[in-house]
């Protein structure tokens, strides 16, 4: 686990990094489940903090974890470190302990789930951000690799 401890059983807030638009999940440990919430819109990857803010009082989580989406052969991309950036801000403005995950496939494996459930294949209208991000938050969860947001990608 990382330097910081969390309490057992914890709860944790997921975020599917995106450049016009943030997945949020909400998940805990003690069953390792997660649930989608409302997407955040975003400008170039900057989410209106104030909305953040508010989800976090919401919320209130014991911790956040991040996607990161690396390329398939385990490269580091310009999306990996701007989620890694993302993840750090997070860190900074929260003070809640920030981690990150491999999320490679999980947007691909979100809409595949998305269309078995009769949804649009118009994703620009009918988003999966919230369902990639819950995906992740439970990987995360299951995989137990705590890696704090501060870690060199070149390092996963």
Request: net charge neutral; glycine share 8%.
């Amino acid at each position: 686990m990382a330097e910081t401890t969390l309490p057992t059983p914890f709860t944790v807030l997921g975020f599917d990094f995106g450049s016009k638009r943030i997945g949020l999940a909400f998940g805990q440990s003690l069953t390792g489940t997660a649930s989608p919430i409302k997407p955040i819109n975003a400008r170039d990857g900057i989410p209106d903090w104030d909305e953040l803010s508010k989800i976090l009082a919401h919320w209130q989580p014991d911790a956040l974890v991040v996607g990161i989406p690396l390329n398939m052969d385990g490269s580091v991309s310009e999306m990996a470190r701007r989620a890694r950036k993302f993840a750090n801000r997070l860190h900074e403005r929260f003070k809640l302990p920030c981690f990150l995950a491999d999320e490679r496939l999980t947007t691909r494996e979100a809409k595949a789930i998305h269309l078995g459930r009769g949804g649009s294949s118009h994703f620009s209208k009918d988003p999966v951000d919230a369902l990639a991000a819950q995906l992740i938050v439970e990987s995360w969860l299951t995989d137990g690799l705590f890696i704090p947001a501060h870690t060199r990608l070149e390092d996963l």
